[in-house]
């Protein structure tokens, strides 16, 4: 057994009591009550998941395992001569909910190394798909065709025990893990760059691999391993993540769960919003003739959006009532290596403009920048400019997260999820007090 491995079954024995007694002495308690609003709204705020990978405060933003993003930046081992830590170190963060040491991290990552081999017929199945499919339908298709190397459904068969079923799901986990980066990479190289192909170097690190079968020079690799620890995970209730945790608790294996998620992720309201900014700025960008907009300007941009129907992409959230602090860090990020890019200027000059806008606009709830706001200007600037491609990058890193989270699903044995549906008139009847 692996070393992370062996501390996970560690971490799994030492948690399934606390869930076991709340279960069983603690099971009536309320967490609250469901409004009509909820039911009808897409049951904003209604307490009735469980996760301990991540937790959104609304004003505070993420932790992963209770490390905010930059203690998360801060604590983690980093590659040598690397700004950002190792993705693989995240990794064992999110699994154990424990800091890692180097070594642990060194094991982790060689891991990878012996699982990452991707079948031929993935590529098989890429090549043979249109040439104007969306990446994000390559995506989950490439993920989807893998389905028949799971473990959990071997073992599943063979009728292991439902208190070990956790453990085939990490071997999954891990096989999907460590073939995504070249996954992803293929998916570009194929679509945007003739068919050439970089192989990958097993010496690189998870982050490091993916810029160099990119074909992206430094700083790249750093602003892989920030991308895909920003994008890892977001507490359970958003639509990729939920979509995750549903599928799999049907005991449908992490392939199919992952490529669910990766269609869920999909959406303009959650990842392509980040595809949707960079179109926004890129359409205000024509109309200016490529100057950067003062104060003025840019506010009459965004006002036509809105007076339009549509929303301001990038800004407002379900469950921040702040700026996200993943916009926070990838602007930092910006300041550093890009502070003079037209795009980010443009960026920046929304962040002075947006929030007084939506506030005075009087609808969204959150007036504030979120992730996608700042990360594909980014992408554009180290000539990632084919847009439909940031949701990939967005999927790699949110499978972390979701992997994880199904793991614990298993270990903690959470049943298959089916809430209860009314009809409009029930609804009709208990708003009459019938
Ligand atoms: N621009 C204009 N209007 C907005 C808005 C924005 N950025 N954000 C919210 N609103 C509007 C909503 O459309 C809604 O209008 P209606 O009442 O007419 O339907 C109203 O404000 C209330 O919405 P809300 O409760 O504040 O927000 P929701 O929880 O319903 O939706 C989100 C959250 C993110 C879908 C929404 O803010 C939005 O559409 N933002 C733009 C798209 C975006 O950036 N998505 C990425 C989110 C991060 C991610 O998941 O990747």
Redesign the pocket.
Known sequence: MSKLKEKLYEKIEGWRPRTTKLLKEHGDVKLGDVTITQAIG?M?GVKCLVTDISYLDPFEGIRFRGFTIPEVLEKLPRPPGAEIPYVEGFIYLLLTGDLPTENEVKEVAEEFKVRRKVPAYVFDVLNAMPADSHPMVMFSSALLSMQRESVFVKQYKSGISKMDYWDPTYEDALNLLAKLPEIGAYIYRKKYREGNIIPSDPNLDWGGNFAHMMGIDKPYDDLSRLYFILHSD?ESG??SAHTGHLVASALSDSFYAISAMINGLAG????L??E??LRWIQGVMEKMGGKVPDKEEMKKFVWDT?NSG?????????VLRKTDPRYTAQREFCLKHLPDDKIFQYVSTLYEVVPDI?QE?G????PWP????QSGVIQWYYGIREYDFYTVL?GIGRSIGVLSNIVWDRALGYPIERPKSLTTKMLEDIAAGK
């Not at 303009?268 to 990842?271: A, D, I, R, V």
């Not at 609808?363 to 959150?366: Q, R, S």
């Not at 979120?370 to 706001?373: F, I, L, P, S, Y």
């Open positions: 897409g904003r977001h958003n639509v303009p309201l959650h990842g919003a980040n949707e900014v809105l549509q929303v301001i992409p990038g800004y407002g959230h379900a939506l606009h609808k969204a709830k959150n979120n992730v996608d706001a967005f």
